[in-house]
T-cell receptor, first 117, second 115 residues
Framework: EAGVVQSPRYKIIEKKQPVAFWCNPI?????LYWYLQNLGQGPELLIR????????DSQLPKDRFSAERLKGVDSTLKIQPAELGDSAVYLC???????????????FGPGTRLTVL | QKEVEQDPGPLSVPEGAIVSLNCTYS??????FMWYRQYSRKGPELLMY????GNKEDGRFTAQVDKSSKYISLFIRDSQPSDSATYLC???????????????FGQGTILTVHP
């Protein structure tokens, strides 16, 4: 079974330019997450989708970041304009929807490493 | 102060050593406790998870949770060079709570096992 697919794997842009990342979750996983991982830190959640609905976007900097998950499958995360501090790894993860008292593993993609010059 | 604290190391041990990795947390709502392993330029992969308190063993790995102290540990027995990676603890709450659905990670501990 294919895992979470992300592209591109690496991206180098100049500040103030736009950039977009794409994620295709594991087939059948209706929950999708975008995490930000700074160097030497653990991942931090940016946004969580249940199907097409963004159910938690409280940590997404909405002045420059946007995300969409049309048709409830793959997703795109965009930054416009990018700033130097956005240099980081952007991880996508997916899972099944958990019922009460159960645990559903989040499977992570390899990430997109963004460098803003 | 962060909700989850983890010593970043780095930790360097000889092959065959017992490794102890630890995290502390402050959010009493956390009920699921996970350990992820992350190799360089890869995404995190789940090693083990524990629900509520107690111990869980899987091969050379043992996870312990002490909710009264808000302290979790991962022990690696007979460590191998292939265990060299960053180990991340992660936590989340139960369904219905505000901390459910997202993982809160520690900073990660860099482990090197040398032959």
């Amino acid at each position: 079974e294919a895992g979470v697919v992300q592209s591109p794997r690496y991206k180098i842009i100049e500040k103030k330019q736009p950039v977009a990342f794409w994620c295709n979750p594991i087939s059948g996983h209706n929950t999708l997450y975008w995490y930000l991982q700074n160097l030497g830190q653990g991942p931090e959640l940016l946004i969580r989708y249940e199907n097409e609905e963004a159910v938690d976007d409280s940590q997404l900097p909405k002045d420059r970041f946007s995300a969409e998950r049309l048709k409830g499958v793959d997703s795109t995360l965009k930054i416009q304009p990018a700033e130097l501090g956005d240099s980081a790894v952007y991880l996508c993860a997916s899972s099944l929807v958990a019922g009460s008292g159960s645990y559903n593993e989040q499977f992570f993609g390899p990430g997109t490493r963004l460098t803003v010059l | 102060q962060k909700e989850v604290e983890q010593d970043p190391g780095p930790l360097s041990v000889p092959e065959g050593a017992i490794v102890s990795l630890n995290c502390t947390y402050s959010n009493s709502a956390f009920q699921y406790f996970m350990w992820y392993r992350q190799y360089s330029r890869k995404g995190p992969e789940l090693l083990m998870y524990t629900y509520s308190s107690g111990n869980k063993e899987d091969g050379r790995f043992t996870a312990q949770v002490d909710k009264s102290s808000k302290y979790i540990s991962l022990f690696i027995r007979d460590s191998q060079p292939s265990d060299s990676a960053t180990y991340l603890c992660a936590m989340k709450g139960d369904a219905g709570g505000t901390s459910y659905g997202k993982l809160t990670f520690g900073q990660g501990t860099i482990l090197t096992v040398h032959p």
